[in-house]
């Protein structure tokens, strides 16, 4: 068993004979294909398969397609734009968010005070700026 992560890297490396840099992006790649299509799609394509192998084709369409525009429109959108959050009112708005409605409401905040941040600028713009 690895002692540490760079007892890992150092693995790889002797493994691989690649830096452990891109051993280490191998990890990370790895890791997010497993969290999204592990974790993510198949339990909703056997859900569907449950029901009919067509809806389970449904489901895997609909998850292609969903993945490819959060990935290649909205993300790229949004990062565009870059929304100026200030910290402090980040941890504000996560904190009063937990204490309230808990973990689901820690999750919602920083969306939500999005939306409120950019409906308070487009409001107080002018509106021949917009």
Not at 51 to 66: M, N, Q
């Amino acid at each position: 068993m690895y002692q540490s992560f760079i007892d890992l890297m150092l693995e790889q490396k002797r493994a691989t004979g690649l830096p452990p840099v891109p051993a280490s992006f191998r990890v990370s790649a790895m890791n997010a294909f497993l969290q999204r299509v592990l974790l993510v799609a198949l339990p909703a394509i056997a859900m569907g398969f449950v029901d009919s192998p067509e809806k389970a084709l449904f489901v895997t369409i609909a998850y292609i397609g969903i993945q490819f525009i959060e990935n290649h429109l909205l993300i790229p959108i949004l990062m565009k734009e870059g929304i100026d959050l200030p910290p402090a009112l980040t941890i504000v708005a996560q904190s009063l968010m937990a204490i309230v409605f808990g973990v689901l409401g820690l999750l919602v905040a920083v969306p939500l005070l999005a939306t409120v941040m950019i409906g308070a600028r487009m409001a107080t713009s002018d509106k021949n700026s917009l």
